[in-house]
């Protein structure tokens, strides 16, 4: 079983930023692949960054610049840094974890979150 809490989402105005933290805790791998995505309403979820043990990372186009993914494993947390926020940045943002290094590229081979709401305003 692998649990992940997600906290830090809020509401802030166009151009502010937030740190989303994750806490992970369970069965879950030491070497795991992490994740943020998000989900605006009426939309499907997207991935937006992701990061594996070795620090590598990649960001959706849309976020590249604005948002910084990282972990720290010895407290089993992951982060997410997001800067210059946008109104279109609006959605609540899961917390994902891989069963080992490997990134999943369907949904199904994720463990998740329950979710943090983030809203930009205008």
């Known amino acids: 079983q692998v649990q992940l809490v997600e906290s830090g989402g809020g509401s802030v105005q166009a151009g502010g930023s937030l740190r989303l933290s994750c806490q992970a805790s369970?069965?879950?791998?030491?070497?795991?692949?992490m994740a943020w995505f998000r989900q605006a309403p009426g939309q499907a979820r997207e991935g937006v960054t992701t990061i594996r043990d070795n620090g590598d990372t990649t960001y959706v186009d849309s976020v590249k610049g604005r948002f910084t993914i990282s972990r720290d494993n010895a407290k089993n947390t992951l982060y997410l840094q997001m800067n210059s926020l946008k109104p279109e940045d609006t959605a609540m943002y899961y917390c994902a974890a891989a069963a080992g290094s490997y990134c999943p590229s369907r949904e199904q081979g994720w463990y998740w979150g329950h979710g943090t709401q983030v809203t930009v305003s205008s």
């Open positions: 369970g069965h879950i791998a030491s070497n795991a692949c």
